[in-house]
C-alpha cells in the first residue's frame, strides 16, 4: 500500500523549532521529489519547499527561505523540513506529497502523485 506519513508537528513558542517528517511507503521513494505544502486555516494550500530525486537540489517559497531547510534519507525513504525562527504566520497544517522525479516550480499541486496526511503546526505568538 502506498503511503506518506507526516509527523513531528506541535505547538512551539514564536523562535522556536520544529522538525517534521515524511515517511514513505510502498513506492520507489527514491524516483520522487518530495514537496511539503501547508494550509493556514481560511487560507489556500501552498508549497513551502521541496527536494528533487535524483540531485537533492532543494527550492523554497520566499517566506521561508533562511529559515526551513528539507533534506532527505533515501536509506530510510524519509523527508525532512527542520523549521527554525518560526512565526506565528507558519501556523499550518503541513503536508508532504511526492511527483516524479523533478520539483516543479513555481509550486502546484495538481498533478501530485501521492499525498500524506497532515501534521498540525501551531506556532504562539
Known amino acids: 500500500e502506498v503511503q506518506l506519513q507526516a509527523s513531528g508537528g506541535g505547538l512551539v513558542q514564536a523562535g522556536g523549532s520544529l522538525r517534521l517528517s515524511c515517511a514513505a511507503f510502498g513506492f520507489a521513494f527514491d524516483d520522487y521529489a518530495i514537496t511539503w505544502f501547508r494550509q493556514a486555516p481560511g487560507k489556500e494550500r501552498e508549497g513551502v519547499s521541496c527536494i528533487s530525486s535524483s540531485d537533492h537540489k532543494a527550492y523554497y517559497a520566499d517566506s521561508v527561505k533562511g529559515r526551513f531547510t528539507i533534506a532527505r534519507d533515501n536509506a530510510k525513504n524519509t523527508v525532512y523540513q527542520q523549521m527554525n525562527s518560526l512565526k506565528p504566520e507558519d501556523t499550518a497544517v503541513y503536508y508532504c506529497?511526492?511527483?516524479?522525479?523533478?520539483?516543479?516550480?513555481?509550486?502546484?499541486?495538481?498533478?501530485?502523485?501521492?499525498w500524506g496526511n497532515g501534521t498540525l503546526v501551531t506556532v504562539s505568538s
Open positions: 506529497a511526492a511527483d516524479l522525479w523533478v520539483c516543479v516550480i513555481p509550486f502546484r499541486e495538481r498533478g501530485m502523485d501521492y
